[in-house]
């Protein structure tokens, strides 16, 4: 795949299908944006039937480093991801072989910017440079600069061992690594933590979210809850204690940079919406009105309970300095962690101890 091949997937191709809010990928990519370059005009969604769309503008002030960028990114996430994520190129047929390869490769490319603006919030299409560079540091600085599973050490408060790993993302994913989490109880219970994706683009750490999966066995889980309970305090109690845990092993690892608190990606939030759109137009008495609300309404609370993680660990906590809320600067959260930090979360501060006793060893090493 050659430089001017890339380019001409993303003008001619993606461009105008984005400008319809469908880019034709992998079935379907359900992105829309305007597109301005060096304040001119390029292309404007005019045409969209859907409701609840909140369309960004890419806006190029560089077009040739735009371009080196973008080019840069697709050859190295082709390398980056694992090839379970491409297993779809096989199901791409075509009526001539001489063109098979070539249309596969059309489609992994589209796949991959797809995938990349589909991780974009309102700010990064505001900054495209910025946004390219993030990404591509993110690919070349891991959070935990760890090979394999660490044994963080033991949690006296709470009773167990925490282990920790970084490993690639799914492509979708909002991040090219994610930190998994466990924690090993004296019985050798082992309770999964929520999974971090997070990314180090060098200057800071930008969170995209703290994500769990259901567990199937929520009673036996709910015993070991209790357990982590006894290391938190009156005042942060009555919510997920896993994941004020999960909250915690991120502020911890990351507290020698900014951290960029990241809750709202526009075009996750226009893919449910177009995707609620086409289902109204097949299903009798379907209100759209209602469910667009309702993707609201969903969309809000799970933005506000990750705001209110780190809003209540402060509380309780000195040394955690927010620089600027959400929709003051921009849309994310700003924060940062001081070294003499403290809290009255007991298992808070055995966590951050721990971390500190690990990035000190690793100096000690010179890695």
């Known amino acids: 795949m050659t430089d001017a091949s890339i380019l001409d997937i993303f003008y001619k191709k993606i461009i105008p299908e984005a400008q319809k809010g469908e880019v034709d990928c992998y079935f379907t990519a359900n992105i829309a944006f305007n597109l301005v370059i060096n304040n001119i005009e390029i292309s404007k969604c005019e045409e969209l039937l859907y409701d609840g769309i909140l369309i960004p503008t890419l806006k190029i002030t560089n077009k040739k480093l735009f371009d080196d960028m973008l080019i840069t990114y697709v050859k190295k996430a082709m390398k980056f991801y694992n090839s379970s994520d491409f297993t779809f190129l096989k199901d791409i047929n075509s009526a001539s072989n001489e063109n098979l390869e070539k249309e596969k490769m059309e489609y992994l490319?589209?796949?991959?910017?797809?995938?990349?603006?589909?991780?974009?919030?309102?700010?990064?299409?505001?900054?495209?440079?910025?946004?390219?560079?993030?990404?591509?540091?993110?690919?070349?600085?891991?959070?935990?600069?760890?090979?394999?599973?660490?044994?963080?050490?033991?949690?006296?408060?709470?009773?167990?061992?925490?282990?920790?790993?970084?490993?690639?993302?799914?492509?979708?994913?909002?991040?090219?690594?994610?930190?998994k989490s466990y924690l090993k109880f004296d019985d050798e219970y082992k309770l999964l933590l929520p999974e971090i994706y997070a990314g180090n683009s060098g200057d800071k750490y930008k969170l995209y979210g703290i994500q769990k999966k259901l567990h199937h066995n929520r009673i036996e889980e709910e015993f070991y809850l209790k357990k982590i309970r006894k290391g938190f305090i009156a005042k942060i109690n009555g919510a997920p204690e896993h994941y004020f845990l999960a909250v915690m092993l991120f502020l911890s690892?990351?507290?020698?940079?900014?951290?960029?608190?990241?809750?709202?990606?526009?075009?996750?939030?226009?893919?449910?919406?177009?995707?609620?759109?086409?289902?109204?137009?097949?299903?009798?008495?379907?209100?759209?009105?209602?469910?667009?609300?309702?993707?609201?309404?969903?969309?809000?609370?799970?933005?506000?309970?990750?705001?209110?993680?780190?809003?209540?660990?402060?509380?309780?906590?000195?040394?955690?300095?927010f620089n600027s809320f959400s929709f003051e600067a921009d849309?994310?959260?700003?924060?940062?962690?001081?070294?003499?930090?403290?809290?009255?979360?007991?298992?808070?501060?055995?966590?951050?101890?721990?971390?500190?006793?690990?990035?000190?060893?690793?100096?000690?090493?010179?890695k």
């Open 109 to 179: 490319v589209k796949y991959i910017i797809s995938n990349l603006f589909a991780n974009a919030s309102f700010s990064d299409f505001d900054y495209p440079i910025e946004f390219l560079r993030s990404r591509l540091a993110m690919f070349d600085n891991k959070v935990l600069n760890y090979e394999g599973e660490l044994d963080l050490g033991y949690i006296e408060s709470i009773g167990a061992r925490m282990y920790v790993i970084e490993e690639v993302s799914p492509i979708k994913s909002e991040t090219p690594y994610r930190i």
């Open 253 to 321: 690892l990351c507290s020698d940079k900014e951290i960029e608190v990241i809750p709202f990606l526009v075009e996750r939030w226009n893919a449910k919406a177009i995707t609620i759109y086409k289902k109204s137009k097949k299903i009798p008495n379907f209100s759209l009105e209602d469910m667009i609300q309702e993707q609201s309404r969903i969309q809000n609370n799970a933005t506000n309970i990750l705001i209110r993680y780190f809003e209540k660990l402060e509380k309780v906590s000195n040394g955690i300095n």
């Open 331 to 366: 849309s994310n959260l700003h924060i940062n962690i001081k070294q003499d930090f403290e809290s009255k979360s007991v298992a808070f501060n055995e966590i951050f101890k721990l971390v500190g006793e690990y990035k000190g060893k690793k100096n000690n090493l010179g």
